[in-house]
């Protein structure tokens, strides 16, 4: 198991809430400063607690993904205006969480992304359950090549970035052609279309999330036009990101 560094004031620092997976190694390290992180390549998961302090927090970060842009970040503040969450997300935050935390809702979150960073990198080899949030629905592990799982976990670990056919093909070790080929076989999409998929599923997460506008939320699912967003958001569901957020 690698170690999971979070990051926070000192007022918080004794007080962090439990990692609900067991036999996690925690370190809880002061706010300034990122050697630790940046020395150690065993570490799967940095949490950034920055309190009402949301400048140093984010610089924090920014720093963090200079170093290890293959490190995943939950960032937690008592600050939700849009700028902060749009600044985190766009510095390379893979989740947003604002104090005072749901405390089910944060150990759901540190689950997940541990389980998908490990899969990646080999240290696991299954979705998560069907059901939790954030995993592709209707997938089980056991139905999908090896290869496949990879690219899988992939798509869904950079969801907020930009992702090419190339690359995601790239984690299967497989041609364009081969990939989109064999991905459509046993997934029952083409990745792209999957890729959309997985967005908007992840939208509607977010959109459930007051804190979130929907500018936010377009952002965090890798749409870079908020009337892209719309439009294919529409498209999926039938109903526009706003009335989606209304009927929740």
Do not use: W
């Amino acid at each position: 198991m690698g170690t999971v560094f979070v990051f926070a004031e000192k007022g918080k620092q004794g007080g962090y809430p439990p990692l609900p997976v067991s036999g996690e190694e925690m370190e809880i390290l002061p706010l300034a400063g990122d050697a630790a992180v940046s020395a150690n390549g065993d570490a799967d998961l940095a949490i950034i607690d920055c309190g009402a302090n949301a400048d140093d927090g984010l610089c924090l970060l920014r720093e963090i993904k200079r170093d290890r842009p293959d490190l995943p970040i939950i960032f937690v503040t008592e600050t939700s205006s849009e700028e902060v969450v749009l600044r985190a997300f766009k510095s390379g935050a893979r989740e947003f969480f604002k104090r005072p935390l749901d405390l089910a809702d944060f150990q759901k979150a540190v689950k997940n992304i541990l389980k998908f960073k490990r899969d990646a990198a080999g240290k696991g080899s299954s979705l998560p359950d069907e059901g939790e949030e954030g995993s592709p629905p209707g997938l089980r592990s056991a139905q999908i090549p090896e290869r496949l799982l990879r690219a899988i976990s992939y798509i869904e670990q950079n969801l907020p970035n930009p992702l090419y056919l190339e690359e995601i093909a790239t984690q299967a070790c497989l041609s364009k052609y081969h990939f989109c080929r064999m991905f459509k076989k046993h997934v029952g999409a083409t990745p792209i279309q999957f890729m959309l998929n997985r967005r908007i599923d992840r939208a509607k997460v977010l959109l459930r999330r007051p804190e979130f506008t929907i500018s936010s939320v377009a952002i965090r699912t890798g749409f870079c036009d908020l009337s892209e967003f719309n439009k294919q958001f529409k498209r999926i569901t039938g109903i526009t990101p706003s009335a989606y957020r209304k009927s929740s």
